[in-house]
């Protein structure tokens, strides 16, 4: 492990840690927002967090509106993906050759843009399907620079020590912002239209630019190398990967999870077949907010677990308790149970996730973070869109409960084969 820069000029000193007591103890570690330059980060990602949600929701509505087709909303959603991916890549690699600060004014300003177009086209009744589509991989392709450079920060601005807990607070807010912000959009929608929702996001997007620019220079660490972001640099990113097995088996351990035990896609059979007699609806939005919902309840309760240091371990554990939540989610037939193994998924995935970025922030040097966060980026958004297809075709040869179960059982197998392998992940400590 590289601890080169855990004393650097960028980071803060360290105010005395007081002493947690009763309660406290279980509550999240706050530790973090101590530090103003932390914290006007992570209120930016406040803002964001629910605003996005609310264009995440307007687009596919807005598509659905004008053709009537839930092709045409998927194929929407394939078109954001790709840029997506292409530029959260190349956005590692920039983000590693130029001050994060100034990347993250700039691509923030481009997605308030963006938003802003979302706003026009629908109030002037464009209704061109074609345009949506354009905006939205734009809006992509900025959101790809923009979340290297956002998480590769984080190793700057605090201590190693409390990379966690800072995980386990961006965490916390984004997956409130997945609850929050769709049902703030449905109870929206009815009462101000689509294009107000585009501009209240847009609105927001300027806190966030403000909040950005109050941040300090983050340049290039004196001495790193001077580089341009180009493909050489990508290849080199994925090198150092191969030549740095934690990592390496950090990014394994979310494709084991959310490839082989991501069973979302399966949700609409479950709830008009398995769940059918509490209420499709019903079994429908339970199954989809539950692992959430877990999520933000492991984040409100991070203190029991930020101030691990065997990150290694907890990644290794997290993954098999989520495997093991899924297979118990698949053998249910009482959607309450069903919906309680999914939050406790939802529990072990914040836990996994915290750490896992922990690990990235930590094993890899400053003039690496941005391209590892840029993988971990495609490695996030790519997994769970894999195993849609993975579950969907065996939920239709096997049946779903069966793809389910066998799914998770298949995580919690894998991800101990994988540890007793290949042993450098759990060796992996602060």
Same mark, same amino acid.
């Given at each position: 492990?590289?601890?080169?820069?855990?004393?650097?000029?960028?980071?803060?000193?360290?105010?005395?840690?007081?002493?947690?007591?009763?309660?406290?103890?279980?509550?999240?570690?706050?530790?973090?927002?101590?530090?103003?330059?932390? %914290?006007?980060?992570?209120?930016?990602?406040?803002?964001?967090?629910?605003?996005?949600?609310?264009?995440?929701?307007?687009?596919?509505? +807005?598509?659905?509106?004008?053709?009537?087709?839930?092709?045409?909303?998927?194929?929407?959603?394939?078109?954001?993906?790709?840029?997506?991916?292409?530029?959260?890549?190349?956005?590692?690699?920039?983000?590693?050759?130029?001050?994060?600060?100034?990347?993250?004014?700039?691509?923030?300003?481009?997605?308030?843009?963006?938003?802003?177009?979302?706003?026009?086209?629908?109030?002037?009744?464009?209704?061109?399907?074609?345009?949506?589509?354009?905006?939205?991989?734009?809006? +992509? !392709?900025?959101?790809?620079?923009?979340?290297?450079?956002?998480?590769?920060?984080? $190793?700057?601005?605090?201590?190693?020590?409390?990379?966690?807990?800072?995980?386990?607070?961006?965490?916390?807010?984004? +997956?409130?912002?997945?609850? $929050?912000?769709? &049902?703030?959009? #449905?109870?929206?929608?009815?009462?101000?239209?689509?294009?107000?929702?585009?501009?209240?996001?847009?609105?927001?997007?300027?806190?966030?630019?403000?909040?950005?620019? %109050? =941040?300090?220079?983050?340049?290039?660490?004196?001495?790193?190398?001077?580089?341009?972001?180009?493909?050489?640099?990508?290849?080199?990113?994925?090198?150092?990967?191969?030549?740095?097995?934690?990592?390496?088996?950090?990014?394994?351990?979310?494709?084991? !999870?959310?490839?082989?035990?991501?069973? %979302? @896609? &399966?949700?609409? +059979?479950?709830?008009?077949?398995?769940?059918?007699?509490?209420?499709?609806?019903?079994?429908?939005?339970? =199954?989809?907010?539950?692992?959430?919902?877990?999520?933000? =309840?492991?984040?409100?309760?991070?203190?029991?677990?930020?101030? !691990? *240091?065997?990150?290694?371990?907890?990644?290794?554990? @997290?993954?098999?308790?989520?495997?093991? @939540?899924?297979?118990?989610?698949?053998?249910?037939?009482?959607?309450?149970?069903?919906?309680?193994?999914?939050?406790?998924?939802?529990?072990?995935?914040?836990?996994?996730?915290?750490?896992?970025?922990?690990?990235?922030?930590?094993?890899?040097?400053?003039?690496?973070?941005?391209?590892?966060?840029?993988?971990?980026?495609?490695?996030?958004? #790519? *997994?769970?869109?894999?195993?849609?297809?993975?579950?969907?075709?065996?939920?239709?040869?096997? *049946?779903?409960?069966? @793809?389910?179960?066998?799914?998770?059982?298949?995580?919690?197998?894998?991800?101990?084969?994988?540890?007793?392998?290949?042993?450098? &992940?759990?060796?992996?400590?602060?």
């Amino acid at each position: 492990m590289d601890t080169s820069e855990s004393t650097t000029e960028e980071r803060e000193p360290r105010p005395p840690e007081p002493r947690r007591r009763g309660l406290r103890r279980w509550a999240m570690d706050t530790r973090p927002l101590r530090r103003p330059a932390y %914290r006007r980060l992570w209120v930016s990602t406040i803002v964001t967090a629910v605003g996005s949600q609310l264009t995440a929701v307007a687009v596919p509505k +807005q598509i659905y509106d004008i053709t009537g087709s839930s092709a045409w909303v998927g194929a929407a959603s394939l078109a954001g993906l790709v840029p997506l991916i292409v530029f959260a890549l190349w956005g590692g690699a920039i983000a590693d050759a130029m001050d994060r600060r100034k990347l993250l004014l700039i691509t923030n300003s481009g997605i308030a843009v963006t938003s802003l177009l979302f706003w026009l086209q629908a109030f002037v009744g464009l209704e061109s399907v074609g345009a949506l589509m354009l905006l939205l991989a734009v809006q +992509q !392709a900025f959101w790809g620079l923009n979340a290297p450079a956002r998480t590769a920060s984080i $190793a700057r601005l605090v201590p190693e020590d409390e990379l966690p807990a800072a995980g386990a607070l961006g965490s916390t807010v984004m +997956q409130t912002g997945q609850v $929050a912000g769709p &049902l703030l959009a #449905g109870a929206l929608i009815p009462v101000i239209g689509l294009p107000e929702l585009y501009l209240i996001d847009a609105l927001a997007l300027c806190v966030t630019v403000w909040a950005v620019y %109050r =941040l300090p220079a983050l340049p290039p660490l004196a001495g790193s190398a001077v580089r341009r972001a180009g493909v050489k640099e990508i290849a080199a990113g994925f090198r150092y990967i191969s030549g740095h097995t934690v990592l390496l088996l950090s990014f394994l351990a979310d494709i084991i !999870a959310m490839v082989l035990g991501m069973p %979302r @896609a &399966l949700f609409p +059979q479950l709830a008009s077949q398995t769940y059918a007699p509490y209420g499709e609806g019903l079994a429908l939005g339970l =199954l989809f907010a539950a692992i959430p919902i877990g999520a933000v =309840l492991g984040g409100l309760f991070s203190g029991t677990f930020s101030r !691990a *240091g065997r990150h290694g371990w907890m990644v290794i554990g @997290a993954v098999v308790v989520w495997g093991a @939540a899924i297979a118990g989610f698949g053998l249910s037939r009482n959607l309450w149970v069903a919906v309680a193994f999914l939050a406790l998924a939802g529990v072990a995935d914040m836990v996994s996730m915290v750490f896992r970025g922990a690990i990235l922030l930590s094993a890899a040097t400053d003039d690496m973070r941005g391209r590892m966060q840029g993988v971990f980026t495609v490695v996030v958004a #790519g *997994g769970p869109r894999l195993a849609d297809v993975l579950h969907g075709t065996a939920g239709s040869a096997f *049946g779903p409960r069966t @793809a389910v179960t066998g799914g998770g059982l298949l995580v919690v197998a894998v991800m101990l084969g994988l540890a007793a392998a290949v042993p450098a &992940l759990r060796r992996y400590r602060v």
